[in-house]
Each structure stands twice: as structure tokens, then as C-alpha cells.
């Protein structure tokens, strides 16, 4: 059985062109990443742009539970696809879109052809509920990266000697815990991990928080050199509203540990974006950390 479809391609300036073209071309699928959803949730969709959408993908990083909730408001016809890739195999994970609702904060299962393993320090595999590493094997990973094997051989090793495919795994460098129902959850980059006093924190959580609070529109959350901690928190942050950082701090004081609370934050109009339309994090610590 086959069916017909179209690709639109178009460049755009503002989250409001987007808009524009959903409605121009009655777009029923809708692709993007987390910095351009969080954009697209505070677009005006009023005069009925999105009614022609069916599915909505989300791909490059997680999707704050804060803005799939808006979209899925914004879009009560659309089903919400969350997924998890990878630069160097492309898609590792998806989660039924059936599930979303209940499971906002999953990338799901791995999809056919992908093995997906969450992988202990001593590189066995993590049991449900302690976290790993995510290491994707099979053949939709990659062979490396073109003309740079000393990259290449940080991220492309043997695969653990749990894998069913074996042969060259890439080793993502991301924390990930996979739930009893077989669910993963995307826990952060290693390198990004904040450690105060001793207590490991995952940036993703801190950024949730934050978003959750309404304080904010878009936040990166960062370890900085703490001689008394360690680390310490520092919040880049794009403001939402009048009296941000005191409506977050409130917040945080009421959500969270102490050992949590951002010892810094930094407001700037909008968080830089890399070429491949992520969060540019390595300009964020180069420049605040």
C-alpha cells in the first residue's frame, strides 16, 4: 500500500513565518527541535493555522513536560511524536504517541533496527531505575566521523558485551534511566551534570523546574566553581513577564532543596542557537562557566 505526501521546505526569521506556512500549505505534519517548539508554543496561532495538523515530532533533545503541555493544548487534534537521536545514528528511540500524555518526560523505546542500552559505570547494563549511559548498537550507527579518528574513537567503541548486535556501539556521553515499563528517560549530558556538595543533579531537572515556575520562557541551567560546594548553580534564563527573578526564586524556594537553588542567574534575551538548531550549550559555558 502507498500514499502520497509533499515536503515543504522554507526558511524562516520568526516563529511567526512558521505559523504563516502551517496555515499557507494546510501542513499536517510538523517537524522540529526543543528551542523552536518552545518558540512555536508562544506563537499566535489564533486565526486557525494549526487546525490542519495531525502529528507534531520532536527530535535534537528533550521536550520540556511545560511545553508539550502547551502544545498539546494548542493542538488538541495533533498527536505529539517525542523521539531521541543521535549526530551519529540519527534516530534511536520513540515513544508511541498513545503514551504521551501520560509519559511526557519519555523518548520512549528503541525503534527497529536500533539497539538501546542504558550502561553502568563498570559497563554492564543498569538495572530499571539506575542511571547509565545511553549507548545506541546496530547498524544505523555510523562508522565515525569523517576524516577524524581521535574524535572518532571517543565516541565509537565496542559495544557491551550485553549487546545482541556487538561490532562498534557509539557512546553517547548522555544519562538516560530506562523505568520498569521498559520507558527511558533522558537524564542529561555527563558533562553537564552539576555536582553540589556532593549531590548529583541533573541540569534537565533544574531547567523543568524553572520553565514549570512560569517565571521563564527558555533557561539553560550550568555548573559553575563553588569553593565552599563545590559547584554551584547558575541559571541562564530568558525572561517571561515582569519580576522574573523574583517569581522564580520564590518558586524554586517553595519546589525545591536547598542544595537545588540557583546560586546565579543570568537574564539575556535569547539563548544562542548552533547551526544545527540546538541550544549552542558549549558557547553557554565557554561564555558563564
Not at 522540529?32 to 506563537?43: K, R
Request: aromatic share 6%.
Amino acid at each position: 500500500m502507498g500514499c502520497g505526501g509533499q515536503a515543504i521546505a522554507f526558511d524562516y526569521l520568526l516563529p511567526k513565518d512558521v505559523a504563516r506556512a502551517v496555515g499557507r500549505h494546510d501542513v499536517t505534519v510538523l517537524a522540529g527541535v526543543p528551542p523552536l517548539w518552545i518558540q512555536l508554543a508562544e506563537a499566535d496561532w489564533s486565526k486557525g493555522q494549526g487546525a490542519t495538523l495531525r502529528t507534531l515530532t520532536n527530535s535534537g533533545g528533550h521536550l520540556p513536560e511545560t511545553v508539550f503541555r502547551k502544545l498539546r493544548s494548542l493542538f488538541p487534534a495533533a498527536s505529539v511524536h517525542l523521539m531521541y537521536g543521535l549526530t551519529e545514528a540519527f534516530r534511536s528511540t520513540s515513544l508511541d504517541p498513545s503514551l504521551a500524555d501520560a509519559h511526557p518526560d519519555s523518548v520512549g523505546k528503541a525503534i527497529p533496527f536500533a539497539e538501546v542500552m542504558i550502561v553502568a559505570s563498570d559497563g554492564s547494563e543498569a538495572l530499571p531505575g539506575r542511571e547509565g549511559e545511553l549507548v545506541h548498537a546496530g547498524p544505523l550507527v555510523a562508522q565515525g566521523y569523517w576524516q577524524d579518528q581521535e574524535k572518532s574513537a571517543e565516541r565509537f567503541k565496542p559495544a557491551p558485551a550485553s549487546s545482541r548486535y556487538g561490532g562498534t556501539a557509539v557512546w553517547s556521553g548522555d544519562r538516560a534511566v530506562r523505568a520498569e515499563d521498559g520507558l527511558i528517560r533522558f537524564r542529561g549530558r555527563d558533562d553537564a551534570m552539576i555536582k553540589v556538595s556532593g549531590n548529583r543533579l541533573s541540569p534537565t531537572e533544574i531547567e523543568e523546574a524553572a520553565l514549570s515556575s512560569g517565571a521563564v520562557r527558555d533557561v539553560i541551567a550550568l555548573g559553575v566553581k563553588d569553593e565552599r560546594l563545590g559547584q554551584a548553580v547558575r541559571l541562564i534564563a530568558v525572561a517571561d513577564g515582569e519580576s522574573a527573578e523574583d517569581r522564580l526564586r520564590a518558586y524554586f524556594a517553595r519546589e525545591l532543596p536547598a542544595y537545588m537553588q540557583p546560586r546565579d542567574i543570568v537574564w539575556v534575551d535569547a539563548l544562542p542557537i548552533s547551526p544545527n538548531g540546538k541550544v549552542d550549550r558549549a558557547a553557554l559555558v565557554k561564555e558563564h562557566a
